[in-house]
């Protein structure tokens, strides 16, 4: 089967309308996110990634309470504010006590 130069670019450009018309659609959809009370919403995987945890991390927060949610038509989205807070609360690196002679204190727990 041969095609002549002009039906293969021909199809070539539907082609390619296509695929800018579907590149629209998805960047449409992208920035259309789900804003309650005038902030974003985020679900479990934009969390996941955020926070690079695993599925079950992400659900012993929401069952603990360190994580407020929101379920909506079945699916669970967190406020952006919510998230952030959490970050502060949960992953601040505490450091350690220095004298004044410059050593270190070290509590007996963690010896």
Do not use: C
């Not at 449409?28 to 969390?47: C, H, T, Y």
């Not at 603990?64 to 609360?89: A, C, M, N």
Request: charged share 25%; aromatic share 10%.
């Amino acid at each position: 089967m041969n095609i002549d130069r002009i039906e293969f670019m021909a199809w070539m450009e539907r082609i390619m309308e296509r695929f800018d018309i579907l590149m629209e659609l998805v960047s449409g959809a992208k920035n259309q996110s789900a804003i309650i009370d005038g902030e974003e919403l985020l679900d479990n995987q934009d969390i996941l990634q955020m926070l690079k945890i695993s599925t079950r991390s992400l659900q012993r927060y929401r069952s603990s309470g360190k994580l407020p949610y929101y379920t909506i038509s079945g699916k669970i989205y967190y406020k952006l504010s919510d998230v952030h807070q959490f970050i502060r609360e949960s992953f601040t690196a505490s450091m350690p006590k220095v004298k004044a002679n410059g050593r270190q204190i070290v509590p007996i727990n963690d010896i």
